[in-house]
């Protein structure tokens, strides 16, 4: 442990994902997680060996709920309605591909302007010009529509009720949409760090 720093980070992240198994009753979960955040190189052995130990570490957590008779804090019920259960389960499989699709759309544009940007064999032109053209424009996008100043709860709202008095007609908002979408993919590709808070 003392002396490879690589088996120490394993062991690391191998404890988080069995803390997020004890926590959640999750051991696949907590796997995932663990991978996901704990740490920058996740080994492929090591997948197997965090999952193994979440694993029991589940086992163990139910059978000590189960002996001493602890209710568990996290328990959830779900109702489901057969009537609508498949219509929306079709809808939401509809909703995942369109979301999937668009994400791919939305890597391969930033890949493609970051490629293109570096191309360019102007300083100024590859950073500060480019940098200011997409900021002038998301300005006078959001001078001429009011909604991008809106905050996300504002705009969900005026998605989901659209015929409330001074909420947006839905073309405006299929408009809004895409225009985020390849403002978000400019903004990312810019030479700058900056925070992406939409999805």
């Given at each position: 442990l003392h002396e490879k720093d690589t088996f120490r980070k394993q062991i690391l992240?191998?404890?988080g994902g069995i803390g997020l198994a004890a926590t959640f009753g999750s051991p696949i979960g907590g796997v995932f997680y663990s991978m996901e955040t704990m740490s920058t190189f996740f080994a492929v052995?090591?997948?197997m060996k965090g999952f193994f130990c979440a694993t029991i570490?589940?086992?163990f957590y139910n059978f000590y709920i189960a002996k001493f008779h602890i209710s568990k804090v996290h328990k959830i019920?779900?109702?489901f309605y057969t009537d609508t259960f498949q219509l929306e389960?079709?809808?939401f499989i509809a909703l995942g591909l369109i979301c999937g699709i668009l994400s791919v759309g939305l890597v391969k544009l930033i890949e493609f302007l970051v490629i293109e940007r570096k191309k360019i064999k102007s300083l100024f032109i590859r950073h500060y010009l480019y940098a200011l053209t997409i900021s002038i424009s998301a300005i006078l996008i959001g001078y001429y529509f009011s909604t991008f100043g809106m905050e996300a709860e504002e705009g969900i709202n005026a998605l989901l009720q659209p015929t409330n008095v001074g909420m947006?007609?839905?073309w405006e908002l299929?408009?809004?949409s895409i225009i985020k979408l390849f403002l978000l993919a400019f903004s990312v590709s810019c030479p700058v760090p900056s925070g992406v808070f939409i999805p």
């Amino acid at each position: 442990l003392h002396e490879k720093d690589t088996f120490r980070k394993q062991i690391l992240s191998t404890a988080g994902g069995i803390g997020l198994a004890a926590t959640f009753g999750s051991p696949i979960g907590g796997v995932f997680y663990s991978m996901e955040t704990m740490s920058t190189f996740f080994a492929v052995s090591t997948i197997m060996k965090g999952f193994f130990c979440a694993t029991i570490c589940f086992i163990f957590y139910n059978f000590y709920i189960a002996k001493f008779h602890i209710s568990k804090v996290h328990k959830i019920n779900f109702e489901f309605y057969t009537d609508t259960f498949q219509l929306e389960s079709l809808a939401f499989i509809a909703l995942g591909l369109i979301c999937g699709i668009l994400s791919v759309g939305l890597v391969k544009l930033i890949e493609f302007l970051v490629i293109e940007r570096k191309k360019i064999k102007s300083l100024f032109i590859r950073h500060y010009l480019y940098a200011l053209t997409i900021s002038i424009s998301a300005i006078l996008i959001g001078y001429y529509f009011s909604t991008f100043g809106m905050e996300a709860e504002e705009g969900i709202n005026a998605l989901l009720q659209p015929t409330n008095v001074g909420m947006l007609p839905n073309w405006e908002l299929f408009l809004i949409s895409i225009i985020k979408l390849f403002l978000l993919a400019f903004s990312v590709s810019c030479p700058v760090p900056s925070g992406v808070f939409i999805p």
